[in-house]
DNA sequence: CCGAATCTCTGACCTGAGTCAGGTATCGGC
DNA sequence: GCCGATACCTGACTCAGGTCAGAGATTCGG
């Protein structure tokens, strides 16, 4: 069986027990959207909120409050700065409801993991956060941005902050790169968007006819094991390389101690300072193999 | 996190990214339950036998087949030996149809699994077998059946037809326990479910005051690889080791290569021939800790 | 202060999915 | 050849889930 007809038998295996935990643990009585809807509530949130979270017909969504509130479950008033907004808030016995439909939930689960060994359910467990970082990391797309749009600006912006945290001496802005140096063949900077929010970015900008080098190479706190980092660096090589550059230079600061392991393993190697940056306490180099490599093995 | 929540989150998860991938690449212009059947009837099938495997209301099946006929997608015809019976078959445009479906599932999964390394999608699909063979496991139930019973003789009759294929000598029958020894505080047979299938038995039968022998200990094809033998054997252990026995032995034949590797995993030591059977080739026995272990850990 | 935009709500409508109660044809056993 | 069981079909119904068009309240920008 090919790789992709395994995954999607997975899939209908998958899908089928699920179905049948959560018929019998969930749908009794209540009605899915109900039942997530007083999930998403949580103990409060405005009803515009949790039409874009759910993704609903403010229609719909509106006629479901309606019900849960005709049942006791949930009041809504007023939002107090915007008269437009309403809030929706469970009410006691909504509370009640949400931890009743959450017990049931997690018994289901328990059951099945009580028929597993302390070790078999390590291992479910595993396998199941390796499949997960997999997936997340699959649905993560990367592509070249304009160094001065929003996206890009709150990325370049979160780096900087985190570089202020962690550098014992704080972090200058005017060390970012001049937007401006990022266009045409003088250099790029990608961002990797997971479901359009964007988690991650890196840039290379042209030093020479054939010498470019890697700045502000970042990945978003929760995104972060994914292997993204790896992901970003090969595609900024790649994307380097298609624009006639041989030699990748990069300076780094000895306080980033995950960069420097991920250029290392990469085939970057450590070179004498190539500028005067007071941020690049290490300096590295790689060569490429040439602009028709592929990196995506 | 607790281990019940991971897999919750996990569930969440899993079905949000496939709900996004189906929605995506199946779920245009056809209802779902049409797509299924148009899968479920391959190239031809009988309606009794849809209506079991989809698990669906006759009447429901029969609006949805007629739905079919009318697309030009499915023909039916009276079954030859009974005129009660109808069977659908796929027409040429069905057969296109299906197809097309089937490539559009494939090329979303296909997208993903390009956007991860060769060895990314080896781990993913390794976790997803570890995860499957794991719920397959957690999902079988195994209890005590009467070894008269329909599906315990079923059980026997199978796990007797195998070693007649194994042995070289063939097997005999006669050589199975008699039924009525597998009562009361005589011994037990237990019978392993998966659905409601059994996939699996196992019996323990009372040799003296405190000790018995483990018998017919067998796991149907599909269903091995799982630990299901190793789990039967612990559960007949903490049965018998709950009606006074504080011994096992058993013996076993040198083609049974797994079994043997088993038993000696599970603490049982070669002993003398403690029978005459002639398919007793090796003898082992076993030491309980007492009816209060707790095996389950 | 006006007009456009935003937010919620209601009513009308639709589709998919499925249940239930019969009815008809056929079969198997006697 | 009759009777009960089996297999199917049809019609009437329910429910969840969702879309669409507008109305009414409120806010925002100029």
């Excluded at 230079?249 to 005067?276: F, M």
């Amino acid at each position: 069986m090919d790789q992709v007809e395994s995954v999607r038998d997975f899939n209908r295996y998958y899908t089928r027990r699920l179905g049948v935990l959560t018929d019998r643990y969930l749908g009794q009585a209540r009605p899915l959207s109900e039942a997530r809807l007083l999930f998403e509530i949580g103990d409060r949130g405005d009803v515009r909120d949790l039409r874009v979270r759910l993704g609903l017909d403010s229609g719909y969504l509106s006629r479901l409050l309606r019900s849960l509130e005709r049942q006791g479950l949930v009041r809504t008033r007023a939002h107090p700065d915007d008269g437009r907004v309403r809030i929706a808030e469970l009410t006691e016995a909504g509370r009640r409801e949400r931890a009743e439909l959450d017990t049931r939930s997690r018994a289901g689960i328990g059951e099945l993991l009580e028929r597993l060994s302390a070790g078999q359910r390590r291992e479910l467990i595993d396998a199941q956060r390796r499949i997960r970082r997999l997936l997340r990391l699959a649905a993560v797309t990367v592509r070249p941005v304009d160094a001065g749009a929003a996206d890009a600006r709150r990325c370049l912006r979160a780096y900087a902050g985190e570089l202020r945290e962690r550098f014992p001496e704080g972090y200058d802005d005017t060390a970012l790169v001049d937007p401006a140096e990022l266009t045409g063949d003088a250099g790029v900077l990608l961002v990797a968007y997971e479901e359009d929010r964007p988690v991650g970015c890196g840039a290379w900008r042209r030093l020479a006819a054939d010498v470019a080098e890697i700045r502000h190479l970042w990945v978003a706190g929760p995104a972060r094991g994914l292997g993204l980092g790896r992901r970003l660096l090969e595609e900024l090589e790649a994307h380097a390389s298609g624009h006639a550059v041989t030699t990748l230079r990069l300076g780094t600061h000895t306080a980033l101690t995950e960069a420097i392991a991920l250029y290392r393993s990469s085939g970057y190697r450590p070179i004498p300072p190539y500028d005067s940056s007071p941020y690049h306490q290490l300096s590295f180099a790689k060569r490429l193999a040439g602009p028709d490599v592929s990196w995506a093995g």
